[in-house]
C-alpha cells in the first residue's frame, strides 16, 4: 500500500509523540529530579541502610529466584516438549496463569495459603515466619517469574528436536551425560534469555511482594518497596526518585545484558 | 553379524514391522530397501535400541541386546539430517564417543586425526557443523560414529538430504570405506539405485514384511515377485508379463521377430504395437508404444538401436521380449 508523504510523516510523528509520552517522559523526569542536585546527593540517598538493606534484599531474592526457577523451569519445559502423559494439556495451560493473575491477588492467595489460619498455617505456627518474612516474598516471586525460564527454554527445545540427544546415546552417553553436553549447550541462549527476563521481573515485582512483606524499613523492604514507602510514608520525594533510579539502573543493566545477549545469539 | 528374528512392532493400527526375520552375514554392506511406511527405517532403529520392538529379539555378534539401551549395543548410527552437535566443533562433534569413554587425550587426537584423513575432513577440526556443507557434515557425522569402533554401522537414509550429484560421489565414497574398514553395514534406503550401487545385498521390504533378500544381481534378475521386479528398476508389461524395458526388442521384419522369439522360454509373443513418441536420454532412448491390444508400453534401447530403426511417431513396429524372469507370483495391481 502507498502511503502519501503527509500522511506517513503524521502516523511517525504521532506513533513517536506516543512513545516519548509514555516512555520516555516519566523516566527523564526522575533521572532529571534524581541528578538536580548533584550526583552526591543521589549516592547519599542510596546508601542509607535503609536503601542498603532493600538493595540487598531486591538482590537476594533474585538470587534465590533464578537457580529454582532454571532448576523448574527446564523441567517443565522437558516435561511439556517431550512428555506424554494425561494432564499436559492443563500443566501447559496453568504455566501462564502467572500472566493472567494480577500480582495483587497472588499475594492475597498466599496470605491464606500460607497465613496462621490457612492450609498450611502449621508451619507459621511452627515459628518459621513465611509470610511477613523473606520466604513469603521468595514464594510470591517464584510465582510471578515462573512462566519465563518455561516459555523461554520450550520453542528451543521444540527446534532442536531428540536426533543430537539419540546420536549421544548411540556414541554410549548417559542420560545425564546427554543432558549436560548435549541439550544444555543447545539450549543455553533460550535459558538465558529466560534468567535475564526472570531477573528483570523479580527486581520489580511490586504487588505481590508487598502483600506478603511486613515492610519494615532497613529489615524487609525490597528496592520497589523502599521507593513506595520514602514517596508514601515519609514524604521523602527525593530519596524515592533516588531509589527508584538505582532500582531502573539494574533493570537497564539486565536490558543491556539481554540486548547484547540476543544479538549473540542471532549471529549463531 | 546381526540376527533379528520375529521383529514385530506397531503404532496404534499401523504394523511397522510385521514378523521380520533377518540375518545380516559379518563385513557386509546391506542395503534395507522399501517405499515410504515399508518399516525399513523402524528395522534399522529396533536394531540400534532407538525403537523398542513390540516382540522379536535382536542379537549383535552373537550377543542378545532385545534389553539393551543404544548406549550397550556397540552400535554407530548416522541420521538422515547428520544429528551434528551444533555447538561443537568437528574435532568435539567425532571425538565425542572417546571423551565420553574418558579415553587419554593424546589417543583420542591421534584417532579424531585418523578418522578425519579417513573421511577427507583434515583441515576442518576447528570448524562448526553450520560452516560445512551438507555432504562434509555427513561424512563428520560418519567419522563420529566409526570413532568408537562399532560392531555395526547403521546409516538411516544416510544420503535423502543431499542433492543428487554429491549423493551418487558419496555412495561410491561409502563403497570405498567399506571397503577399507570392513564394518558390518546396513543402510536403509528408498533409492533402488542407490541400493544396487553400493550394497552387496539387499533386503527389499513392503508393508512391514521382507518379500527377498538376495545379492543385487539375483534380485534384478530373478525377483521373487512382481513387487520386487517393479521397485528395482522400471518395469513393462508385455502381453501380460513384466518385462525390463531394455529386455524388449523392436523390430519392423516381423518374420524374423517371430523367428528370434522361438528360442526365449515362457516368451509373450510377438507383440505388434504403434510408436507413440521416441524420447532421447543422454545414452539411451525411449520409445513409448501402444500395443494393438491397446496396452501401453515403454522400450528403453541404445541410441545405435534406435539410429538403425530409426523410429518415428505412428510407424508400426513388432516388439519381442528378450528374456523373461522367473516371477514367483504375479500382481495385477502392479501393471505400469
Known amino acids: ?268 | 553379524m546381526i540376527t533379528v528374528s520375529g521383529a514385530r512392532k506397531s503404532y496404534g493400527d499401523f504394523t511397522a514391522l510385521d514378523d521380520v526375520s533377518l540375518e545380516i552375514p559379518p563385513g557386509s554392506l546391506t542395503a534395507l530397501l522399501g517405499p515410504s511406511g515399508s518399516g525399513k527405517s523402524t528395522l534399522l532403529r529396533a536394531i540400534a535400541g532407538l525403537e523398542t520392538l513390540d516382540s522379536g529379539r535382536v542379537a549383535i555378534a552373537g550377543v542378545d541386546v532385545t534389553g539393551l539401551p543404544p548406549q550397550k549395543r556397540g552400535i554407530g548410527f548416522v541420521f538422515q539430517h547428520y544429528a551434528a552437535f551444533k555447538h561443537m566443533t568437528v574435532r568435539d562433534n567425532v571425538a565425542f564417543g572417546l571423551t565420553i569413554r574418558r579415553k587419554p587425550k593424546a589417543q583420542v587426537r591421534a584417532k579424531v586425526d585418523e578418522l578425519l584423513e579417513i573421511v577427507g575432513l583434515e583441515g576442518f577440526q576447528h570448524r562448526y557443523p553450520s560452516q560445512l556443507s551438507g555432504g562434509q557434515r555427513q561424512r563428520m557425522a560418519l567419522a563420529r560414529a566409526l570413532a568408537v569402533d562399532p560392531e555395526v554401522l547403521l546409516l538411516d537414509e544416510p544420503f535423502g538430504a543431499l542433492d543428487a550429484k554429491v549423493r551418487a560421489d558419496l555412495r561410491r565414497w561409502l563403497r570405498r570405506l567399506h571397503d577399507e574398514v570392513h564394518v558390518t553395514t546396513v543402510l536403509v534406503t528408498h533409492d533402488q539405485e542407490e541400493a544396487l550401487d553400493v550394497a552387496d545385498r539387499i533386503a527389499v521390504l513392503n508393508k512391514g514384511g521382507i518379500e527377498q533378500v538376495g545379492n543385487p544381481v539375483d534380485l534384478y534378475d530373478r525377483p521373487a515377485n512382481d513387487f520386487v521386479m517393479s521397485f528395482l528398476g522400471s518395469v513393462a508389461r508385455l502381453g501380460g508379463l513384466l518385462v525390463r524395458p531394455h529386455d524388449i526388442e523392436l523390430s519392423r521384419d516381423r518374420a524374423a521377430a517371430v523367428a528370434a522369439d522361438r528360442s526365449v522360454p515362457g516368451s509373450p509373443g510377438v507383440i505388434d504395437a504403434v510408436v507413440e513418441r521416441v524420447v532421447r536420454l543422454g545414452f539411451e532412448v525411449r520409445v513409448e508404444l501402444r500395443a494393438h491390444t491397446g496396452e501401453r508400453f515403454a522400450a528403453q534401447l541404445t541410441r545405435a538401436e534406435a539410429d538403425a530403426l530409426a523410429l518415428r511417431p505412428g510407424d508400426e513396429v513388432h516388439a519381442r521380449a528378450r528374456q523373461t524372469q522367473d516371477v514367483l507370483e504375479v500382481d495385477p495391481a502392479l501393471a505400469i
Open chain 1, 1 to 268: 500500500m502507498k502511503v502519501s508523504t503527509p500522511t506517513r510523516l503524521t502516523l511517525r510523528v504521532v506513533a513517536l509523540g506516543y512513545l516519548v509520552v509514555l516512555l520516555l517522559v516519566p523516566v527523564v523526569l526522575i533521572l532529571w529530579r534524581t541528578f538536580e542536585p548533584g550526583v552526591g546527593a543521589f549516592l547519599d540517598s542510596v546508601r542509607t541502610p535503609a536503601a542498603i538493606s532493600a538493595l540487598n534484599l531486591s538482590l537476594l531474592i533474585v538470587a534465590i529466584v533464578v537457580p529454582l526457577n532454571v532448576v523448574f523451569g527446564v523441567g517443565t519445559a522437558l516435561a511439556l516438549v517431550r512428555g506424554r502423559f494425561r494432564g499436559r494439556g492443563v500443566l501447559q495451560a496453568v504455566v501462564d496463569l502467572p500472566f493472567a493473575v494480577s500480582p495483587i491477588v497472588v499475594g492475597v492467595a498466599l496470605i491464606m495459603l500460607w497465613g496462621v489460619g490457612g492450609w498450611f498455617g502449621f508451619v507459621e505456627r511452627s515459628g518459621f515466619k513465611v509470610i511477613f518474612g523473606l520466604p513469603g516474598m521468595v514464594i510470591a516471586t517464584l510465582f510471578v517469574t515462573l512462566p519465563f525460564v518455561v516459555r523461554e527454554v520450550e520453542p528451543v527445545l521444540h527446534e532442536i528436536g531428540t536426533e543430537q540427544e539419540q546420536a549421544a546415546a548411540t556414541l554410549g552417553a548417559s542420560s545425564w551425560q546427554t543432558f549436560w553436553r548435549i541439550t544444555l549447550p543447545a539450549i543455553r541462549w533460550g535459558l538465558t534469555y529466560g534468567v535475564v527476563l526472570t531477573v528483570a521481573r523479580a527486581l520489580g515485582e511490586f504487588g505481590a511482594v508487598i502483600m506478603v512483606s511486613s515492610g519494615f524499613p532497613g529489615v524487609s523492604q525490597t528496592l520497589t518497596l523502599l521507593v513506595h514507602s520514602r514517596y508514601l510514608d515519609d514524604h521523602n520525594t527525593y530519596g524515592a526518585y533516588a531509589a527508584a533510579t538505582l532500582l531502573m539502573g539494574l533493570a537497564v543493566v539486565t536490558l543491556l545484558l539481554m540486548t547484547v545477549l540476543d544479538r549473540k545469539r542471532s549471529t549463531r
